[in-house]
């Protein structure tokens, strides 16, 4: 992609930001909205992150940067609407207010240009159908190696202490199945929800895992996150769907999805 093109869609929705925190990538978010401007933007909730900023203040310039990035999209037309999650719940007092231009909202449908309705919101009230699990966990190939290799070492330091066997893998890969589990739950909620709304797609974040797929005939997108996954959505003026992974300056390293138009709500 060329260093200052800037490609513009009818609509973007971003989540998770966490600004305040030192797991937020603000210069990445940065640059993705300096390459992509909007008609719409839904903020998806956890923009900022109350709970830590409560315990601790941390703001430093490129936190700033990308609200001021946002508030100059907002001089320049574009509508900003922003759905509060757990962590910024503190806005969820202001419903109905709109600050500097950018509207606060507690959910919303949103209808693309191909006539989908797609309700937004971010998630977070679907914990209490899920708290037995409040804890997600990744383990990939590298991790599992790593839990082997300690359950190895925890076995011997065991057994000099006269203590049962116990195996480290095998209690991680429980942990990995009760994630799972989690994600299951959650989407099965959030799907739920968009039945009962009479919508044929939903739009959440919260869980920091971006997806886009078929659920029980209900279109689930996940926004992701920018700590980690680093992903958007974009609708284009077609009305197709885009999950994009934003991971380096100025470079599309992968799209999660290819762009589709959605099948038209009944």
């Given at each position: 992609?060329?260093?200052?093109?800037t490609?513009?869609?009818?609509?973007?929705?971003?989540?998770d930001?966490?600004l305040?925190?030192?797991?937020c990538?603000?210069?990445l978010?940065?640059?993705?909205?300096?390459?992509h401007d909007?008609?719409?933007?839904?903020?998806?909730?956890?923009?900022?992150?109350?709970?830590?900023l409560?315990?601790?203040?941390?703001?430093?310039?490129s936190?700033?940067?990308v609200v001021?990035?946002?508030?100059r999209?907002v001089?320049?037309g574009?509508r900003v609407?922003?759905v509060?999650?757990?962590?910024?719940?503190?806005?969820?007092?202001?419903?109905?207010?709109?600050?500097?231009?950018?509207?606060?909202?507690?959910?919303?449908v949103?209808v693309?240009a191909a006539?989908?309705?797609i309700?937004?919101?971010?998630?977070?009230?679907?914990?209490?159908?899920?708290?037995?699990?409040p804890?997600?966990?990744?383990?990939?190939?590298v991790?599992?190696?790593?839990?082997?290799?300690?359950?190895?070492?925890?076995?011997?330091?065991?057994?000099?202490?006269?203590?049962?066997?116990?195996?480290?893998?095998?209690w991680?890969?429980?942990?990995?199945?009760?994630?799972v589990n989690?994600?299951?739950a959650?989407?099965?909620?959030v799907?739920?929800?968009a039945?009962?709304?009479?919508v044929?797609?939903?739009?959440?974040?919260?869980?920091h895992?971006?997806a886009?797929?078929?659920?029980?005939?209900?279109?689930?997108i996940?926004?992701g996150?920018?700590?980690e996954?680093?992903?958007?959505?974009?609708?284009?003026?077609?009305?197709?769907?885009?999950l994009?992974?934003?991971?380096s300056?100025?470079?599309?390293?992968?799209?999660?999805r290819?762009?589709?138009r959605?099948a038209t709500?009944?």
């Amino acid at each position: 992609m060329d260093d200052t093109a800037t490609r513009h869609v009818r609509t973007l929705f971003v989540s998770d930001i966490h600004l305040g925190t030192r797991g937020c990538q603000p210069d990445l978010l940065l640059d993705f909205l300096k390459h992509h401007d909007a008609d719409t933007i839904y903020l998806v909730g956890d923009i900022v992150d109350g709970w830590r900023l409560k315990a601790g203040w941390y703001w430093p310039q490129s936190h700033n940067d990308v609200v001021q990035k946002l508030l100059r999209k907002v001089r320049k037309g574009a509508r900003v609407i922003y759905v509060p999650g757990n962590h910024d719940e503190f806005l969820r007092d202001y419903v109905g207010s709109n600050f500097g231009g950018i509207e606060i909202v507690e959910e919303a449908v949103h209808v693309t240009a191909a006539g989908q309705r797609i309700l937004v919101l971010h998630g977070d009230k679907f914990d209490m159908v899920i708290r037995h699990a409040p804890w997600l966990a990744k383990f990939g190939d590298v991790a599992y190696d790593l839990a082997i290799w300690l359950s190895a070492h925890v076995s011997r330091a065991r057994r000099r202490m006269g203590l049962p066997y116990w195996s480290f893998s095998a209690w991680s890969k429980g942990k990995v199945k009760r994630a799972v589990n989690f994600i299951s739950a959650f989407q099965d909620a959030v799907v739920a929800d968009a039945e009962r709304h009479g919508v044929t797609s939903v739009l959440c974040g919260h869980i920091h895992q971006p997806a886009m797929e078929r659920i029980r005939g209900v279109e689930y997108i996940n926004t992701g996150d920018w700590v980690e996954s680093c992903t958007a959505v974009a609708e284009h003026h077609d009305g197709r769907l885009e999950l994009i992974r934003w991971t380096s300056p100025a470079h599309v390293e992968a799209t999660l999805r290819p762009p589709r138009r959605l099948a038209t709500a009944a």
